[in-house]
């Protein structure tokens, strides 16, 4: 595990845009942690913003949830999904729109990306006989990098950055610190900490780019979800791009074994992945 100087962390991160969490948010899931939730009340919450409800139903709707029949109102989608989902679900729509503001970086593009990530990280998760709560996924998968907007928010030259490390086929972590002492595991970590995600997601997104993180295995839930993270990452890569993300070539043996997948299976998967993408 990372430990963060919090003293020094909050001291860098004072100057970026971090979202504040909003006060909708806030009230859903203090209504979900009362000892008997009021789903009618809760649905209600969410009901009420039409863009919120409709982004919500257009994502449990897409095929990657394989749901049998369609859902078309949010009661209905929290009696079949369960609080914990629905609340991942409305954490992530709110985090997206919260980012705001002239970026250096297209951040619908970005947004593409990290939900396509999501996608395939519930799509592996309902493939594995692993069991990892969807939620967990999902909320990984759109959180993990989102301190690359913050950055992009912040520095003009961020881009520059970007196209630095994607032509040297290697992640970003390095060159960030180099020009900001700071990256965007980090601001990740601040992001996911200040909107209250559970533990375990904040330590992990910091940790998503430890080449050291799958060293010493221990069959945790932890190490199931950062394996799903690598292998939707290079799904999406390869999908989109056509080429290998940047930490597969070092994480590959360790997160198939992890996932309990061969070589064929994960590339039967990703040929599947193709179809519904």
Same mark, same amino acid.
């Given at each position: 595990?990372?430990?963060?100087?919090?003293?020094?962390?909050?001291?860098?991160?004072?100057?970026?845009?971090?979202?504040?969490?909003?006060?909708? &948010?806030?009230?859903?899931?203090?209504?979900?942690?009362?000892?008997?939730?009021?789903?009618?009340?809760?649905?209600?919450?969410?009901?009420?913003?039409?863009?919120?409800?409709?982004?919500?139903?257009?994502?449990?709707?897409?095929?990657?949830?394989?749901?049998?029949?369609?859902?078309?109102?949010?009661?209905?989608?929290?009696?079949?999904? =369960?609080?914990?989902?629905?609340?991942?679900?409305?954490?992530?729509?709110?985090?997206?729109?919260?980012?705001? =503001?002239?970026?250096?970086?297209?951040?619908?593009?970005?947004?593409?990306?990290?939900?396509?990530?999501?996608?395939?990280?519930?799509?592996?998760?309902?493939?594995?006989?692993?069991?990892?709560?969807?939620?967990?996924?999902?909320?990984?998968?759109?959180?993990?990098?989102?301190?690359?907007?913050?950055?992009?928010?912040?520095?003009?030259?961020?881009?520059?950055?970007?196209?630095?490390?994607?032509?040297?086929?290697?992640?970003?972590?390095?060159?960030?610190?180099?020009?900001?002492?700071?990256?965007?595991?980090?601001?990740?970590?601040?992001?996911?900490?200040?909107?209250?995600?559970?533990?375990?997601?904040?330590?992990?997104?910091?940790?998503?780019?430890?080449?050291?993180?799958?060293?010493?295995?221990?069959?945790?839930?932890?190490?199931?979800?950062?394996?799903?993270?690598?292998?939707?990452?290079?799904?999406?890569?390869?999908?989109?791009?056509?080429? &290998?993300?940047?930490?597969?070539?070092?994480?590959?043996?360790?997160?198939?074994?992890?996932?309990?997948?061969?070589?064929?299976?994960?590339?039967?998967?990703?040929?599947?992945?193709?179809?519904?993408?």
């Amino acid at each position: 595990m990372i430990e963060l100087d919090k003293e020094k962390m909050s001291s860098v991160v004072a100057s970026f845009q971090v979202p504040v969490k909003p006060e909708i &948010l806030s009230e859903i899931q203090s209504r979900m942690d009362e000892e008997y939730p009021n789903i009618d009340e809760i649905a209600h919450l969410i009901s009420s913003d039409v863009g919120l409800s409709a982004a919500i139903l257009k994502i449990i709707n897409s095929p990657f949830y394989g749901m049998n029949r369609r859902i078309s109102e949010i009661k209905q989608a929290v009696m079949m999904l =369960g609080l914990n989902t629905i609340n991942a679900l409305v954490t992530a729509v709110l985090l997206k729109s919260s980012f705001q =503001g002239n970026a250096s970086i297209s951040l619908e593009r970005f947004w593409d990306d990290a939900l396509d990530v999501a996608n395939a990280m519930t799509f592996i998760g309902s493939k594995i006989k692993a069991q990892i709560p969807i939620e967990m996924l999902y909320t990984i998968g759109l959180f993990h990098d989102c301190g690359i907007p913050l950055l992009a928010l912040k520095y003009n030259d961020y881009k520059s950055i970007l196209i630095e490390a994607n032509s040297q086929g290697v992640n970003s972590i390095a060159l960030e610190e180099k020009n900001y002492r700071t990256n965007h595991a980090v601001l990740g970590f601040y992001v996911a900490s200040s909107w209250h995600l559970p533990k375990e997601i904040c330590q992990l997104i910091l940790q998503h780019h430890d080449e050291n993180y799958l060293q010493q295995l221990d069959g945790s839930q932890e190490q199931l979800a950062f394996s799903a993270l690598k292998a939707a990452e290079n799904m999406v890569e390869r999908v989109k791009r056509f080429k &290998l993300a940047p930490d597969w070539h070092y994480l590959q043996t360790d997160v198939l074994n992890i996932l309990g997948i061969s070589q064929e299976d994960y590339t039967d998967l990703e040929e599947d992945f193709n179809e519904i993408f």
